[in-house]
């Protein structure tokens, strides 16, 4: 390892059923060595493991018992940071109570403390210069993350009892007990009701892993939205039952006028249709195909009626063909079963690239000055890390700051070549060292150690 001075940036994104994006980031601090200095950035794309990440960069974690996705109370959480006075932007501030702490550092006062290691160690915490230009996005305003797989996603279903029938249409998760039909959102729409309350005036939604295909009828109806048969009455939780639906009363809204929605994700699916949120994602919930052909009609419903009723652009008509205009056409209207859909119509949302935007709410470009190399990482490096997760993400940040990156993962099946052209040096495996998946995902953490000192004796 060269005496070459410059600190580490340590930005992995989760290994999914095995260690957190900061548990992934001690571990690689570990096998770095006491000798190097690094800061550890956890991050993540808008999609599981979202809240995480920012709580380990320095939000506060807040807990609420929500309502999750098949009705049952699950304690949830999401993020907050206050406003930092004056205005300034992310990762300018000099209050160091919103940015990683150096080594030994208390955690915010309120804030729950990170699971993973101190965002700096070695000798000295590195003097992080920030950008000339601070981050895109402001800090001048409270902020909440809200991650829907927190309250209603697959991970909120409870086990199944015993051996659970699945149609040869289901690609369901094995254990767990799925509803597709009636599973609901109303958590997810708790959880920003309770941000609201607090005094958010931007809101964060990440929408990947949900449990539901309610078009976001949950959510809303957490925040005072009612959805109503032909005989005024409301309709039960869940996308099958849309089909009856007759009238959207927004007139017990909870006031969000003042409230910035952002939905930091990177699925484009329309609501409706063959690419749309029932026929794509609705199997792994549980749906067979008649099913999804019967939650994509009740889909289509809502869209008409929200159309028809409340001045949306576009509709959604049915004559043997689904056509989807206005917002059920729109990127993105089909992420988290609809959620998106509901997110453009009525909370006026603005889509934005998931871990482009989360790097900026964390100010990771700001850390990356006098870095003598990033660190990053997920579960799996393969076609999909290509596609807008983290780690292709991060590898673009820092060559835009002229820093090398080499990636850290659990296995990866692209080539060296693939990841040259992403912007990653190098890739390092547990599966290098241990073949056996099994044993990789019960012992991440001492191979992950093992890797990282591979990586410091070849890059450092």
């Known amino acids: 390892m060269s005496e070459s001075s410059g600190h580490v940036v340590i930005a992995p994104d989760k290994f999914k059923g095995s260690l957190t994006g900061a548990e992934v980031a001690a571990r690689v601090a570990a096998g770095l060595g006491p000798g190097v200095t690094t800061v550890a950035l956890p991050v993540a794309d808008g999609?599981?493991?979202?809240?995480?990440?920012?709580?380990?960069c320095g939000f506060t974690r807040v807990e609420v018992e929500v309502t999750g996705p098949v009705g049952v109370p699950v304690l949830a959480s999401y993020a907050w940071r206050d406003a930092r006075p004056g205005g300034a932007r992310d990762g300018s501030s000099p209050d160091a109570s919103d940015a990683p702490a150096p080594s030994g550092s208390p955690a915010p006062s309120g804030a729950s403390a990170p699971s993973g290691p101190p965002a700096a160690s070695g000798p000295s915490a590195p003097s992080v210069s920030p950008a000339a230009s601070g981050s895109p996005v402001a800090a001048d305003v409270p902020t909440a993350v809200v991650e829907l797989a927190e309250a209603s996603g697959l991970r909120r279903l409870p086990l199944s009892s015993g051996p659970v029938a699945r149609d040869p249409g289901s690609v369901a998760h094995e254990g767990v007990e799925t509803a597709p039909l009636?599973?609901?959102?109303?958590?997810?729409?708790?959880?920003?009701?309770h941000a609201v309350r607090r005094g958010a005036r931007r809101i964060v939604l990440g929408l990947g892993g949900s449990a539901c295909t309610d078009g976001g009828t949950g959510m809303m109806r957490a925040l005072g939205v009612r959805f109503l048969?032909?005989?005024?009455?409301?309709l039960p939780p869940g996308g099958a039952a849309l089909a009856d639906l007759d009238k959207i009363d927004m007139s017990g809204l909870v006031a969000i006028d003042q409230v910035e929605f952002v939905v930091a994700?990177?699925?484009?699916?329309?609501?409706?249709?063959?690419?749309?949120?029932?026929?794509?994602?609705?199997?792994?919930?549980?749906?067979?195909?008649?099913?999804?052909?019967?939650l994509d009609a009740a889909l289509a419903r809502l869209a008409a009626v929200a159309a028809h009723t409340h001045g949306l652009v576009g509709a959604a008509e049915?004559?043997?063909?689904v056509r989807s205009m206005g917002v059920a056409g729109q990127p993105g209207a089909g992420?988290?079963?609809?959620?998106?859909?509901?997110?453009?119509?009525?909370l006026g949302a603005e889509f934005r690239p998931g871990i482009d935007y989360l790097l900026d709410l964390l100010g990771f470009r700001d850390h990356l000055a006098g870095a003598r190399l990033v660190i990053t990482g997920e579960g799996s490096l393969d076609e999909q890390t290509l596609r807008g997760k983290a780690p292709a993400g991060v590898a673009?940040?820092?060559?835009?700051?002229?820093?090398?990156?080499?990636?850290?993962?659990?296995?990866?099946?692209l080539g060296d070549e693939e990841l040259r052209a992403a912007g990653i040096t190098a890739a390092y495996a547990l599966t290098d060292l241990e073949p056996d998946p099994a044993v990789c995902m019960a012992q991440a953490g001492p191979l992950l150690e093992r890797l990282a000192r591979t990586v410091a004796e070849r890059h450092l």
């Open 47 to 56: 999609g599981d493991g979202t809240v995480d990440a920012v709580v380990a």
């Open 182 to 193: 009636t599973a609901t959102s109303q958590g997810t729409g708790e959880l920003i009701a």
């Open 229 to 234: 048969d032909a005989e005024g009455r409301d």
């Open 265 to 294: 994700g990177d699925v484009d699916n329309p609501l409706l249709g063959p690419y749309g949120a029932a026929a794509v994602y609705a199997p792994q919930k549980g749906a067979n195909p008649d099913e999804v052909k019967l």
């Open 318 to 321: 049915h004559d043997g063909i």
């Open 335 to 346: 992420a988290a079963g609809g959620v998106g859909f509901a997110a453009l119509a009525f």
């Open 396 to 413: 673009d940040a820092a060559a835009e700051a002229g820093v090398p990156v080499v990636a850290v993962c659990g296995r990866r099946t």
